[in-house]
């Protein structure tokens, strides 16, 4: 469910400099065509890259839920973080950190 509407906040942001990465957690060696079918799937037009263990342990913080988000500042620092995901209410609540992050001078 999250998925599309990334892709949504991604077309509607870019234009304001919003980069939209999303990380794997899944093996690549294992999982890569899995992933780059997922991706056509649902039409993901931004950047997809694999975190290593490390790196999905410090995001995750000790929380096995996903999907988890994540909005950063220009200056590194982590504006909101959203675990799961509820259609009715976690875009609107995206797309206002996005926006609070804009705001802020870098």
Do not use: C
């Not at 599309?4 to 939209?20: A, D, N, T, Y």
């Not at 780059?36 to 997809?48: A, E, K, L, M, T």
């Not at 263990?53 to 994540?70: D, W």
């Amino acid at each position: 469910m999250e998925i599309p509407e990334l892709v949504k906040l991604h077309k509607e942001f870019q234009s304001r400099g919003v980069e939209m990465i999303g990380l794997s957690t899944e093996d690549p060696e294992a999982l890569a065509e899995s992933v780059s079918d997922f991706i056509r799937q649902y039409n993901v037009d931004y950047q997809i890259g694999w975190a290593t263990r490390e790196v999905a342990q410090t995001l995750m913080q000790g929380r096995s839920s996903i999907p988890q988000s994540f909005v950063i500042a220009r200056d590194g620092r982590i504006v909101r973080r959203f675990i799961g995901f509820r259609a009715d209410l976690t875009p609107g609540q995206i797309k206002a950190a996005l926006e609070e992050a804009l705001a802020e001078k870098s």
